[in-house]
């Protein structure tokens, strides 16, 4: 029996290994991918490496089950492969960052790259005209979330706690899940005027620089009352339970999803998605009046394109027509 290259991975460190699987690569081969790999996980963001990672895994199951060769591939496997995650519901532009890693591996192992071949990128194209437009996530603006904080004000749950510190801490910071998750008690310091700065790290930060974000004081003692309830005194600001009921060191970022989102069916909302905290913020910041300059830094959003789109309501209801409708009384 020959041997292939296996991808597996940890939460911090790819490791790789060659058992016995079906189609072989030349060791040679194997070696370059191996060496790859492990730069990979000593330069990439741990959210982007996994998922060049799960994109890598996903294509050579697809690749062994098929009978196609996994690398150096071809075009007829790309666009078969393309054509069953779209079948399973995975919509195009996902699977385009699938797309985007395979032909990124080919060209750092310089292989002949697939993705580049005309009828890849037609396939892709067609998949795309086939989805149907995607609806923007409801907002979870201000307003929601103060009905929901006063809807929940005497539960004293230590779940309860959580949740609302991180709802509110992921509004004030125009917080990402990934980033979300990722807080640590050390990164707030605490101001004279009760409120707090909260340090993201450009590792964390999905932008790749270092930011300092503003925590309200009521934030804080939400934040200050989830801490204490949980007696967490260092490492990872939010986290979940173990089945025995001690803490685990951690949060997953689908169960930051699930609290998002179960804000939303409390308030009888549909559509609310882990974005909704940020175009909720976003909103309600264009409402003010605040510049896309001014919000672009406070979502750090390296252009003006999401900011504008996710306020693109709050603008047409603050538009030239609606003010001289106003003027007009009409």
Same mark, same amino acid.
């Given at each position: 029996? %020959?041997?292939?290259?296996? &991808?597996?991975?940890?939460?911090?460190?790819?490791?790789?290994?060659?058992?016995?699987?079906?189609?072989?690569?030349?060791?040679?081969?194997?070696?370059?991918?191996?060496?790859?790999?492990?730069?990979?996980?000593?330069?990439?963001?741990? $959210?982007?490496?996994?998922?060049?990672?799960?994109?890598?895994? @996903?294509?050579?199951?697809?690749?062994?089950?098929?009978?196609?060769?996994?690398?150096?591939?071809?075009? @007829?496997?790309? /666009?078969?492969?393309?054509? /069953?995650?779209?079948?399973?519901?995975?919509?195009?532009?996902?699977?385009?960052?699938?797309?985007?890693?395979?032909?990124?591996?080919?060209?750092?192992?310089?292989?002949? $790259?697939?993705?580049?071949?005309?009828?890849?990128? @037609?396939?892709?194209?067609?998949?795309?005209?086939?989805?149907?437009?995607?609806?923007?996530?409801?907002?979870?603006?201000?307003?929601?979330?103060?009905?929901?904080?006063?809807?929940?004000?005497?539960?004293?749950?230590?779940?309860?706690?959580? $949740?609302?510190?991180?709802?509110?801490?992921?509004?004030? !910071?125009?917080?990402?899940?990934?980033?979300?998750?990722? %807080?640590?008690?050390?990164?707030?310091?605490?101001?004279?005027? !009760?409120?707090?700065?909260?340090?993201?790290?450009?590792?964390?930060?999905?932008?790749?620089?270092?930011?300092?974000?503003?925590?309200?004081?009521?934030?804080?003692?939400?934040?200050?009352?989830?801490?204490?309830?949980?007696?967490?005194?260092?490492?990872?600001?939010?986290?979940?339970?173990?089945?025995?009921?001690?803490?685990?060191?951690?949060?997953?970022?689908?169960?930051? $999803?699930?609290?998002?989102?179960?804000?939303?069916?409390?308030?009888? &909302?549909?559509?609310?998605?882990?974005?909704? &905290?940020?175009?909720?913020?976003?909103?309600? &910041?264009?409402?003010?009046?605040?510049?896309?300059?001014?919000?672009?830094?406070?979502?750090?959003?390296?252009?003006?394109?999401?900011?504008?789109?996710?306020?693109?309501? %709050?603008?047409?209801?603050?538009?030239?027509?609606? /003010?001289?409708?106003?003027?007009? !009384?009409?």
């Amino acid at each position: 029996m %020959v041997e292939t290259t296996s &991808l597996l991975m940890t939460d911090t460190v790819i490791v790789p290994t060659l058992p016995p699987i079906g189609h072989s690569l030349a060791p040679a081969l194997a070696s370059q991918l191996r060496d790859y790999l492990q730069l990979l996980a000593r330069s990439m963001k741990p $959210n982007s490496l996994r998922a060049l990672i799960t994109d890598l895994l @996903a294509f050579e199951t697809f690749c062994l089950a098929e009978n196609f060769p996994l690398l150096p591939t071809t075009q @007829a496997a790309v /666009r078969a492969y393309l054509r /069953r995650r779209h079948q399973t519901g995975v919509k195009a532009n996902t699977i385009s960052r699938a797309f985007s890693h395979i032909g990124q591996i080919h060209e750092a192992m310089d292989l002949p $790259n697939p993705c580049r071949h005309r009828f890849i990128t @037609a396939e892709l194209k067609a998949l795309r005209r086939h989805d149907a437009p995607t609806g923007q996530a409801t907002a979870l603006r201000f307003t929601d979330l103060q009905r929901w904080t006063e809807a929940i004000a005497h539960d004293t749950l230590p779940a309860t706690l959580r $949740n609302r510190a991180l709802v509110w801490l992921g509004y004030d !910071g125009l917080l990402r899940v990934s980033e979300l998750i990722a %807080v640590e008690l050390s990164w707030l310091e605490t101001q004279a005027d !009760g409120s707090a700065l909260l340090y993201l790290p450009a590792a964390v930060n999905k932008n790749s620089e270092d930011a300092y974000l503003y925590v309200t004081p009521t934030t804080l003692t939400y934040l200050e009352a989830w801490c204490q309830s949980a007696n967490i005194r260092e490492g990872r600001l939010f986290r979940s339970w173990q089945l025995d009921g001690s803490l685990r060191p951690s949060l997953h970022a689908s169960s930051a $999803n699930e609290i998002i989102q179960a804000v939303g069916r409390q308030l009888g &909302l549909t559509g609310v998605s882990s974005h909704s &905290l940020r175009i909720g913020a976003d909103q309600d &910041l264009m409402e003010l009046g605040e510049s896309l300059v001014a919000i672009m830094v406070a979502g750090r959003w390296k252009d003006s394109k999401m900011p504008a789109h996710y306020g693109r309501k %709050v603008t047409a209801a603050q538009s030239a027509m609606a /003010r001289l409708a106003q003027k007009q !009384g009409r």
